[in-house]
């Protein structure tokens, strides 16, 4: 299984077109998988957790916050598959994308946290770049793109 830093590698190398593209069901799924894998990684192997992003000293609040992004994953994994499900996914995604972003870009600096939180600053900004440029359900860009999709 793929952890940590081989995940963001696996993610630009094979998911780029179907992030960056159009399709929402691709977008909830690795997003998914994404958040799932970061919330048990500190879970699972909090030595190399912490090896990578620094010694924690409440633990309590590392497996709190790995704990939601997991829960997080496995909602945007379940909610791919209707309209309203990639509105759920879409808002709970750019959400917690742009929480963790700011934190990390507010705290490296502050020198609170390390500074290879700049490589999740990145993903989430990847994660935000992404739902931006999918259509929302039920918009005039969706339903061009199931047109334009249909002709292929």
């Not at 299984?1 to 069901?25: E, K, T």
């Not at 497996?63 to 791919?80: C, D, F, K, R």
């Not at 900004?125 to 339903?143: C, D, E, K, N």
Request: proline share 5%; aromatic share 12%.
């Amino acid at each position: 299984m793929l952890r940590g830093p081989s995940m963001l590698v696996w993610v630009f190398r094979n998911g780029h077109s179907a992030i960056m593209g159009r399709d929402p069901s691709s977008l909830c799924r690795y997003q998914g998988v994404f958040n799932v894998v970061g919330g048990l990684w500190p879970l699972v192997n909090r030595r190399s957790f912490e090896w990578v992003f620094g010694p924690k000293a409440d633990e309590w609040l590392m497996y709190t916050v790995g704990g939601l992004m997991a829960s997080l994953g496995w909602v945007q994994l379940a909610a791919g598959g209707t309209a309203e499900g990639h509105r759920l996914a879409r808002r709970a995604g750019t959400g917690a994308a742009f929480t963790l972003l700011t934190i990390d870009l507010i705290y490296v600096p502050a020198g609170r946290i390390r500074p290879t939180y700049l490589l999740d600053a990145a993903m989430e900004v990847g994660w935000l770049l992404a739902w931006f440029r999918t259509p929302q359900p039920g918009s005039v860009s969706a339903a061009m793109s199931r047109v334009r999709g249909r002709r292929r």
